[in-house]
């Protein structure tokens, strides 16, 4: 088990490391944050943004919660998300679940009233709401079904969201995209769920209730 004075330790080999072949590498980091992306991304520590994409240090803003969940009521996912559009100018707005994922499972499979459960009752709507697709599933490919849904209702939420319709309408470049991670080959697919402009989203909306 790796302990808190070894992470100190790999810490400052790290930062070593890194002064050798960039002296001015930390200068340049502390002046400003420009990142191209905010990663809306699940808690579990397999999934981390910086690995899975390869981008350098500085290049992806991060918020992450248990089942990559962007809940429009709540004060921390609001804040972040109008800091990087509105203060930061990000223009790319990745929402990324996974298969495999502990919050999916527990929507699936049990309720209850702790902080966690309470939480994952947003899952357990988006489950409601697609239920009769999901029942007809396997055990397997109703989890990794359901995870790519709700990836898409997340990207849903965050372009019904004041921060997200006022940048499009002022003509801000705003990409937002859904992608889900495979833990087991790990690899992200894009689900086909991007939206440019507040017409991408409700052109979107039109045909899908278009259909029969």
């Not at 088990?1 to 400052?12: C, F, G, S, W, Y």
């Not at 350098?56 to 972040?80: E, Y």
């Not at 495999?100 to 309720?111: F, P, Q, V």
Request: proline letters at 4%.
């Amino acid at each position: 088990m790796t302990t808190i004075q070894q992470m100190l330790e790999n810490n400052r080999r790290w930062a070593h490391e890194i002064r050798h072949s960039d002296p001015d590498f930390f200068r340049r980091h502390a002046q400003v944050q420009s990142p191209e992306v905010l990663w809306i991304g699940c808690s579990d520590s397999r999934v981390g943004p910086d690995r899975l994409v390869g981008l350098p240090m500085g290049s992806i803003f991060v918020h992450r919660n248990i089942a990559n969940v962007f809940a429009t009521n709540d004060l921390n996912c609001l804040a972040v998300l109008e800091y990087a559009v509105d203060e930061l100018k990000i223009p790319n707005v990745i929402v990324c679940g996974h298969y495999g994922c502990g919050g999916i499972r527990a929507a699936l499979e049990h309720s209850g009233i702790q902080p966690v459960d309470l939480w994952i009752d947003q899952v357990r709507m988006v489950f409601r709401r697609h239920c009769k697709e999901l029942l007809a599933l396997d055990r397997e490919a109703r989890s990794r079904r359901l995870a790519e849904l709700n990836v898409e209702t997340q990207v849903h939420n965050l372009c019904s969201s004041t921060i997200v319709r006022e940048a499009w309408k002022r003509g801000q470049a705003l990409n937002i995209l859904g992608v889900i991670y495979d833990i087991h080959d790990g690899l992200l697919k894009p689900l086909g769920i991007e939206f440019r402009s507040l017409e991408d989203w409700q052109a979107f909306h039109e045909h899908r209730l278009a259909q029969p």
